[in-house]
């Protein structure tokens, strides 16, 4: 029998607390401990401390605090009355210790990341890293190199989590300019190599293929354009003046709100009346 310091019902408590076998972390690999604890709360209080566990047993709730770590409550805590009115309730629960998941790098391939956003998900033992960093120079380069093949595992070091590589592949990532010719990048990462791939989802199928072919034709024109502007430059038929104001009306930008109105237009409007 030890003892455990928890913030519940605004204040801390010192609860008597037997250790249980600890468990492995799927992030890092290191054992996290475990408690089962018992707590006497009176009939007033109960529907507080209620609302406390339950968002506590949450994974992305607000854990229980404790003098060196957060604490998780695992699902299945009991509550059971006694006595006559005031009722004590008994809260039998199990309590496990929260990792604080927060990468100062991540190393792949050579190249290395530093977050200025970072966090973690376990779903069904698949680890999945979500960041945000910016990029510059010949790191952009060997950024976009590594994105090219969508279906490519790299071993990928966590450092400050795990110094163990992990086998991970690319998810969604999505980037934006920003100052001093930097770019932004949100990166996803999924270390799911030898599962088997999820079908995807309905909403995922929405205008599908027909909007995969219109990406597709929407790139070759531009590529074609950009050809085409440069022969026509190079031969002479084009001024410099003109090939400047084409391409600069060529580079995508911010749709004026006419512009969005347009791509609102439909031929079939009944379609839409529910």
Same mark, same amino acid.
């Given at each position: 029998?030890? /003892?455990?310091?928890?913030? %519940?019902?605004?204040?801390?408590?010192?609860?008597?607390?037997?250790?249980?076998?600890?468990?492995?972390?799927?992030?890092?690999?290191? &054992?996290?401990?475990?408690?089962?604890?018992?707590?006497?709360?009176?009939?007033?209080?109960?529907?507080?401390?209620?609302?406390?566990?339950?968002?506590?047993?949450?994974?992305?709730?607000?854990?229980?605090?404790?003098?060196?770590?957060?604490? @998780?409550? /695992?699902?299945?805590?009991?509550?059971?009355?006694?006595?006559? =009115? &005031?009722?004590? $309730?008994?809260?039998?629960?199990?309590?496990?210790?929260?990792?604080?998941?927060?990468?100062?790098?991540?190393?792949?391939?050579?190249?290395?990341?530093?977050?200025?956003?970072?966090?973690?998900?376990?779903?069904?033992?698949?680890?999945?890293?979500?960041?945000?960093?910016?990029?510059?120079?010949?790191?952009?380069?060997? %950024?976009?190199?590594?994105?090219?093949? &969508?279906?490519?595992? $790299?071993?990928? +070091?966590?450092?400050?989590?795990?110094? +163990?590589?992990?086998?991970?592949?690319?998810?969604?990532?999505?980037?934006?300019?920003?100052?001093?010719? =930097?770019?932004?990048?949100?990166?996803?990462?999924?270390?799911?190599?030898?599962?088997?791939?999820?079908?995807?989802?309905?909403?995922?199928?929405?205008?599908?293929?027909?909007?995969? @072919?219109?990406?597709?034709?929407?790139?070759?024109?531009?590529?074609?354009?950009?050809?085409?502007?440069?022969?026509?430059?190079?031969?002479?038929?084009?001024?410099?003046?003109?090939?400047?104001?084409?391409?600069?009306?060529?580079? &995508?930008?911010?749709?004026?709100?006419?512009?969005?109105?347009?791509?609102?237009?439909?031929?079939?409007?009944?379609? $839409?009346?529910?």
């Amino acid at each position: 029998m030890t /003892s455990l310091k928890l913030a %519940l019902l605004g204040a801390v408590r010192e609860l008597a607390a037997v250790q249980l076998p600890s468990v492995t972390s799927v992030h890092s690999g290191r &054992p996290l401990r475990r408690f089962a604890l018992e707590l006497h709360v009176p009939d007033e209080r109960h529907q507080e401390l209620d609302a406390e566990l339950e968002e506590a047993a949450a994974n992305d709730g607000k854990h229980l605090h404790g003098t060196d770590a957060a604490w @998780r409550v /695992s699902e299945g805590w009991t509550a059971d009355s006694q006595g006559r =009115r &005031p009722e004590i $309730y008994i809260y039998r629960m199990e309590v496990q210790e929260v990792e604080v998941l927060e990468a100062s790098a991540l190393e792949i391939e050579g190249l290395s990341l530093f977050p200025s956003r970072y966090k973690e998900q376990v779903d069904e033992d698949t680890v999945t890293v979500t960041l945000v960093a910016e990029v510059t120079g010949e790191d952009d380069e060997r %950024l976009e190199e590594l994105l090219r093949d &969508p279906d490519a595992f $790299y071993d990928v +070091t966590r450092r400050g989590i795990s110094d +163990t590589p992990l086998r991970m592949r690319f998810g969604r990532c999505v980037w934006q300019r920003v100052a001093d010719g =930097r770019r932004r990048h949100h990166l996803e990462l999924v270390a799911d190599e030898g599962k088997a791939v999820a079908a995807p989802s309905p909403l995922a199928l929405v205008n599908q293929p027909q909007l995969g @072919r219109t990406m597709e034709r929407t790139i070759a024109n531009t590529d074609a354009l950009a050809k085409l502007l440069e022969e026509l430059h190079s031969q002479g038929v084009l001024s410099e003046n003109a090939f400047h104001a084409i391409n600069a009306a060529a580079t &995508p930008r911010p749709l004026t709100r006419q512009e969005e109105r347009e791509l609102s237009r439909t031929d079939r409007l009944n379609d $839409y009346w529910r």
